[in-house]
């Protein structure tokens, strides 16, 4: 056999080798995807950090879906938005310090940790020629190497120790926009041609600004306001989204910080869950250019139909932004950033653009629910707005998910956090059932 078509016939076989009926999971009890019949999550463990609720359930078990709520060490997420909102000032280190600590801080205690984050901003300079180092457009995967490479850097990188678990937090923070805006204008600078230019972080400014300022200089306040509140809404999401899981599953093996938020930067990077938000963006795109009338219901509904019938756009039938695993009602961050998105569009001139979007997540909506032939209240999600604000902020899609993990990252060193000191705590190690016959082993010269 010809070594050349080996990789063709493996493939081919493990077809017939990775078929489980779907029928089988009933029959065994396996929760898919560690969903419950009811759509709810398995529960797995228990947290003091994120609470997300997307539905009430009654003393009988039932579950009634209900508006979304999102709780940040049980402070709900718009109580701690619309302050800032209100007094138009910068609070991602703020809510930093809440989810790492469990407490809103004081002035003096705020202060002090902003000039931390700010003394961390900065890169080794083996770090810098690291990141010039690595070929590739992906920054995701450049940010996952650089978090693996500081494992190289740091003087006691194996320590659990809770002290030193959270001085690796703060460094980590600190440190995610200095990569990714380093990351980009170098990716520029190689592949685009570029001229190159490598800003030192500011001491007088916090993260939303300074990562503006090191990506592009040129932003205004509104700007890096909204940039701030971006991060503050993605900031955390409970224990059990995708990555934070993969965070505390990788942490419970009690393997080093920097090997377990490389995980959890892996699976944000999918496109089912951190990368959700340029499958977004590109959907409009196409929706504005294919839409000719984008007051027309009836002829968003047309089109809309078309794809979810596998007729028009990428044929996949979905619509991207709609839906959402918990959330039933509505997500309090597309609640949020909704409202981010139409004060930005006023100042960007792109009112029309964010009208047509909000008619595309209304007729969405009721589409979905009306081909599903279901009763149960769907609505728009996180990235159905987050792509279009980092659009109008200037912001290219190479780094929408970059962004992402900069906001999660004090999510997952929360997490971490937690999970390496709670009482009682275990590998995590769930199970799967074979279901496969035995065989009988057979020489080679028989086979």
Not at 225 to 249: C, K, P, W, Y
Not at 392 to 400: D, S
């Amino acid at each position: 056999m010809k070594k050349e078509y080996l990789v063709y016939k493996l493939s081919d076989e493990v077809k017939e080798a990775c078929k489980i009926p779907r029928e089988a999971f009933t029959k065994y009890g396996v929760k898919r995807g560690l969903r419950n019949e009811d759509g709810s999550g398995v529960l797995v463990g228990l947290t003091n950090i994120g609470n997300v609720i997307g539905y009430d359930r009654s003393e009988d078990g039932k579950l009634t879906p209900c508006p979304g709520r999102l709780y940040y060490r049980g402070y709900e997420l718009d109580d701690l938005v619309s302050p800032l909102l209100k007094e138009k000032r910068f609070g991602f280190e703020e809510i930093a310090y809440l989810l790492l600590s469990g407490k809103l801080p004081d002035k003096e205690e705020l202060d002090a940790f902003k000039e931390l984050l700010n003394d961390n901003m900065a890169l080794d300079h083996r770090t810098i020629v690291h990141i010039i180092d690595i070929e590739g457009s992906n920054i995701m995967n450049i940010l996952a190497r650089c978090v693996l490479e500081m494992y190289t850097l740091d003087p006691n990188p194996d320590d659990i120790s809770r002290d030193n678990l959270m001085r690796q937090s703060i460094e980590l923070i600190a440190k995610f926009p200095t990569i990714v805006a380093y990351a980009y204008n170098i990716y520029q600078h190689s592949v685009r041609g570029s001229s190159l230019h490598i800003s030192h972080p500011k001491e007088n400014l916090g993260i939303a600004e300074n990562f503006l300022y090191m990506l592009k200089h040129n932003y205004t306040d509104l700007d890096a306001r909204m940039l701030d509140l971006l991060l503050i809404i993605q900031a955390e999401h409970g224990g059990g989204n995708n990555s934070t899981f993969t965070v505390r599953v990788t942490s419970s093996t009690r393997t080093d910080t920097y090997s377990s938020i490389a995980a959890g930067i892996g699976s944000l990077k999918g496109p089912l869950h951190g990368g959700a938000n340029i499958k977004c963006i590109n959907m409009f795109h196409h929706l504005k250019e294919n839409i000719s009338d984008w007051k027309s219901i009836d002829e968003i509904d047309t089109y809309l139909n078309r794809m979810l019938h596998k007729e028009a756009y990428d044929k996949t039938g979905l619509i991207y932004g709609i839906g959402h695993a918990v959330y039933t009602m509505s997500d309090p961050r597309a609640v949020e950033l909704k409202r981010l998105a139409g004060e930005l569009a006023k100042e960007k001139g792109r009112i029309d653009e964010y009208e047509f979007l909000k008619l595309i997540e209304q007729e969405g909506v009721k589409c979905v629910t009306a081909f599903r032939k279901s009763d149960k209240p769907i609505c728009a999600n996180l990235d159905f707005y987050s792509g279009f604000i980092y659009e109008m902020l200037g912001l290219p899609q190479e780094i929408y998910t970059p962004i992402f993990a900069m906001a999660r990252i004090v999510g997952w060193t929360a997490h971490r956090i937690e999970e390496l000191n709670f009482e009682g705590r275990r590998i995590i190690r769930p199970a799967y059932k074979n279901i496969l016959e035995q065989k009988t082993y057979v020489p080679l010269d028989e086979r």
